[in-house]
């Protein structure tokens, strides 16, 4: 069974700094895009970045650019997301997401439960 | 930046059939794919590359995308479909994933 959980939430002053791990199990782990998803109080979805399978390839959204870095450890089994200079509108339930197949194109099919990620003084 | 537009809510009865649309500059030329997401819960993947569906959806969930409109389509709804629906598409000229607006979808 694919199982992804978050970790790492939490509350933060802003300009502050939070990493966010995500531990994967049940699956190949290193032959997978991996993603995180985020998903501020009473909004919708917003995909925050990608990273390929060798870690070769990453993208971000534009409003964490230069603010966030993805990263993985194939060994581990392991999804970060290291976040520096937070503002109050990324308070946000963070997603980690699997695709349905190993590239950047395709649905996400397994999602973690989330971290809540509170920016405020 | 890409954009996928949705209405912000749809209603239908009981048995009856919803379809959500998406809309998107030819969003037929890209391989869309649709959530469920209920209140408190992860998103859930219902339809993928257009019209796929993931072992466990029910096959009252349907998806087609051409032009500029991907719809997703439920049929002979029920209370239990009453949930926010995101299309979503990887927008390979930016190099970055992109969520629609959502819809929320509430039965009668």
């Known amino acids: 069974e694919v199982q992804l959980v978050e970790s790492g939430g939490g509350l933060v002053k802003p300009g502050g700094s939070l990493r966010l791990s995500c531990a994967a199990s049940g699956f190949s782990f290193s032959t997978f895009v991996m993603n995180w998803v985020r998903q501020a109080p009473g909004k919708g979805l917003e995909w925050v970045s990608s990273i390929s399978s060798s870690a070769t390839d990453i993208y971000y959204a534009d409003s964490v650019k230069g603010r966030f870095t993805i990263s993985r450890d194939n060994a581990k089994n392991s999804l970060y997301l290291q976040m520096h200079s937070l503002r109050a509108e990324d308070t946000a339930v963070y997603y980690c997401?699997?695709?349905?197949?190993?590239?950047?194109?395709?649905?996400?099919?397994?999602w973690g439960q989330g971290a809540l990620v509170t920016v405020s003084s | 930046s890409y954009v996928l537009t949705q209405p912000p809510s749809v209603s239908v009865a009981p048995g009856q059939t919803a379809r959500i649309p998406c809309g998107g500059e030819n969003i037929g030329s890209k391989s869309v794919h649709w959530y469920q997401q209920k209140p408190g819960q992860a998103p859930v993947l219902v339809v993928y590359?257009?019209?796929d569906r993931p072992s466990g959806i029910p096959e009252r969930f349907s998806g087609s995308n051409s032009g500029n409109t991907a719809t997703l389509t439920i049929s002979r709804v029920e209370a239990g479909d009453e949930a926010d629906y995101y299309c979503q598409v990887w927008d390979s000229s930016s190099d970055q994933c992109v969520f629609g607006t959502g819809t929320k979808v509430t039965v009668l």
């Open positions: 997401a699997r695709p349905v197949d190993y590239d950047f194109y395709n649905g996400f099919v397994s």
């Open positions: 590359e257009d019209s």
